[in-house]
């Protein structure tokens, strides 16, 4: 059977795979090297340095492509290197739309490092297509988009605003770390690149540093591999093959996942401590008609704020939280709490982080797949 033709079940588990040719291990090997013997200069068997390429960073990559439904996978040392080989695209003059709600380090990535080389960021909460289309002129080269939004889960209409983009001759380029191709796969609803945080749920068990992209387009791709191996922040072998293991369970994972979020989700919101909880999942989110049409399920992320909730009561609870851990990072299998106005989010001035919603008091929750009854028992405990 073709694994084109792979359902996402099975592509998680054998896309872009094969046995390896030396001795056919099922698992490909761990190449911890960084260079291969030539025959004769130039004569190798496809790989030459370890930057430029190398047989398990290969598997890995084959795998992004397969789960994104893509044809080009490229695999990075983080995700917000993946990022910045994105931005490296662009040149001076050059302008971006971005969504307004986004991971911290994105927005010190886009202000703190590329304003400087001349490179124009425009902020927009992107619930409204319209927004977009104002903040567009000659210059823009980019919309980049984050679905479900960090940490406000705000959902984002990818194939209007992929059409726009068509419309406007702009490229397209989602981050998908929250949602996975589990949930949407961005490249079938007109992206036209998809990258991930593979820190997060394709890595999945908080033991690796790794990013992401995938396209469809060779030309882009070429243009992205030529900056992968130009600036070099490549992922090494061993963090691809903790990369590639991950993804093979990504699925069951994120059915957990979906269904403990749900869980804890319809907790906290029946909670009489609780003021307000974010979750794209419940019928009256503002977008969940959207969330419904363009996602599998809602995932474990979830964000709420307690009944006067200010900073000092938001850091008691995580405090008191024993099952969660207070800790940054998100999408492993263990749960976790944090509190964005002082960890991921801090990077970002109050003032701009408020003004789309993170205020002092919002806690974030990424929803492991312990048993749910655990879970619960203990956000009961740590809210009393
Ligand atoms: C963590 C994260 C990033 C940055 O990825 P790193 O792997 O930490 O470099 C980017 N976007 C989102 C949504 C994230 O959660």
Redesign the pocket.
Known sequence: MSEKKLRFNSKTIHGGQQPDKAYGAVMPPIYQTSTYAQTTPGGHQGYEYSRSGNPTRSALESALASIENGNYGLAFA??????DAVIKLLNPGDEVVSTND??G??YRLFRQVFEKYGIRFHFVGMEDVARIAEKINDNTKLIWV?TPT?PMMNVVDLKAIAALAKSKKLLLAV?N??ATPYLQQPLDMGADIV?H????YLGGHSDV???ALVVKDKELADQLYFLQNASGAVLGPMDSFLVLRGIKTLHVRMQRHCENGEAVARFLAAHPAIEKVYWPGFEDHPNHDVAKAQMRGFGGMISFIPKGGSYEKAVEIVENLKVFTLAE???GVESLAGHPASM?HASIPKEEREKSGVVDALIRLSVGIEDEADLIADLEAALK
Request: aromatic share 8%; net charge negative.
């Open positions: 983080s995700g917000l290197s993946a990022m986004l991971y380090g994105s984050e960090n981050d770390t929250f990258m945080s593979a820190t997060k540093v790794a990013g990072s998100l999408g991921t």
